[in-house]
């Protein structure tokens, strides 16, 4: 069938997958704050050990992340949701703080469950690049969700076996 613009690309539904993208970028972009704030405040809750290095090298993979979707924010001529940001900042703050009175495994348990969306979202992110055929940001994109996807095993590797895990298994749905 031929597209709407008679050249092989239907302009409504590139501008439709277009915005879509912009809005799940958003979302991931201040969804990275929120993340890399909470990770600071986990390890730097955590006594030395080979867990909290991890989780301080997972906070650096957020920062990198957030800088990356944010070029490709820019690339697409858009940028931040400002009320996004404020709100996903206090989010990050807060939980950073959090992760000094809320004990060793909340923090590691909700870690683990937001990391499996983060990857999920940025597949979505990536077929919807593709749609748009912009070829370097869908392997960008899947990069992400690859590194996403390490985070969630690690986080469920160090859940694994927990007492509260059956019953948080059943109640959040995660592990
Ligand atoms: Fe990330
Ligand atoms: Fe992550």
């Keep these: 069938m031929r597209s709407s613009t008679g050249f092989g690309y239907n302009l409504p539904n590139v501008k439709r997958s277009k915005d879509r993208l912009i809005r799940i970028l958003q979302n991931a972009y201040s ?7 909470a ?3 986990h390890w730097g809750s955590l006594k030395d050990s080979p867990e909290r290095s991890r989780i301080k090298d997972i906070e650096a993979e957020e920062w990198d992340h957030r800088r990356r979707v944010g070029e490709w924010l820019t690339n697409l001529g858009s940028g931040p949701n400002m ?3 404020k709100v996903f900042w206090t989010m990050g703050r ?11 495994f909340m923090p590691m348990y909700f870690a683990g469950r937001l990391e499996s969306k983060n ?4 597949e979505d992110a990536a077929a919807l690049a593709r749609d748009l055929k912009m070829d370097e940001c869908v392997k960008d994109l899947l ?4 590194v996403e996807v390490e985070h969630e095993e690690f ?21």
Excluded: N, Q
Excluded at 143 to 146: C, G, P, S, V, Y
Excluded at 158 to 174: D, E, Q, S
């Design 83 to 85: 009320i996004r940001e």
């Design 39 to 41: 990770y600071r405040g």
């Design 94 to 104: 807060t939980l950073g703080i959090s992760c000094y009175i809320s004990g060793w």
């Design 143 to 146: 990069d992400m969700a690859r």
């Design 31 to 37: 969804g990275e704050v929120a993340a890399a704030y």
């Design 119 to 122: 990857s999920e979202e940025y």
């Design 155 to 175: 986080f469920r590797s160090v859940v694994a076996g927990h007492r509260l895990l059956p019953i948080m298994k059943t109640v959040f749905r995660w592990s």
